[in-house]
């Protein structure tokens, strides 16, 4: 069962922009991930955070992860047209599943 | 990093027949598997969960008797879409997982986009 929700659904902005998406979740959770997905490929892995973790950097990359809230949020500074793609969370509970957000499509126009 | 590896990367196939997925983890044994589905512009929807060696969990509301599922092999699990139909056109990604990943991290395949005409 989809148990995150992602906001905004779509996001539109210039390079060189930061990018903010925001994940909410349910239940308690083991760690959160992101993950990014071009149209019509697989996932890649981006990042990680425990649930004892408040924020993680990986290059422009930026986490945050509020267990009070049950949220976390991906930020992308100056973002490049690479960018463009789809950005899903994904939580971790009990044993070895993922349960994924519903994405937020990141269109980044040069 | 892990490599998963999905054939066929797209099929078409007519309603009525079956299709046959597979999804090999290429340089490490994946002890569990899992398929998801993902229709366009939404996120990817749990079916099952297979282990090796035994059989497949499916989650509610998924068939099993439509979706077979086989991992016979540390590096193999296959999936079968049974007497397709043109709903079940979709993008089928499969992503494996090991008993020493510390985190849970799933390593996912390419995918394998099915279209039932």
């Known amino acids: 069962s989809q148990q995150g929700e992602e906001d905004p659904q779509a996001l539109s902005i210039q390079e060189g922009e930061n990018a903010t998406m925001n994940c909410s979740y349910k239940?308690?959770?083991?760690?959160l991930q992101w993950y990014r997905q071009n149209s019509g490929r697989g996932l890649v892995h981006l990042i990680l955070?425990?649930?004892?973790?408040r924020e993680k950097h990986s290059g422009r990359l930026r986490v945050t992860l509020d267990t009070s809230k049950k949220s976390s949020s991906l930020l992308i500074t100056a973002s490049r047209a690479a960018d463009t793609a789809s950005y899903f969370c994904?939580?971790?509970?009990?044993?070895?599943?993922?349960?994924f957000g519903g994405g937020t499509r990141l269109m980044v126009k040069p | 990093g892990a490599v998963v590896s999905q054939h066929p990367s797209w099929v078409i196939c007519k309603s009525g027949t079956s299709v046959k997925i597979e999804c090999r983890s290429l340089?490490?044994?994946?002890?569990?598997m899992f398929w998801y589905r993902q229709f366009p512009k939404q996120s990817l929807m749990l079916m099952a969960t297979?282990?090796?060696?035994?059989?497949?969990?499916?989650e509610q509301g998924v068939e099993k008797d439509k979706f077979l599922i086989n991992h016979a092999s540390l590096t193999l699990s296959t999936l079968t879409v049974t007497s397709a139909h043109p709903e079940d056109s979709s993008f089928y990604i499969c992503?494996?997982?090991?008993?020493?990943?510390?985190?849970?991290?799933?390593?996912f395949g390419p995918g394998t986009r099915l279209t039932v005409l």
């Open positions: 994904a939580t971790s509970g009990a044993g070895n599943m993922l349960t």
């Open positions: 340089d490490f044994q994946a002890t569990t």
């Open positions: 297979s282990n090796e060696g035994s059989k497949a969990t499916y």
């Open positions: 992503s494996a997982g090991t008993v020493s990943s510390s985190y849970n991290e799933q390593f």
């Open positions: 955070i425990r649930s004892n973790e």
């Open positions: 239940t308690s959770i083991n760690n």
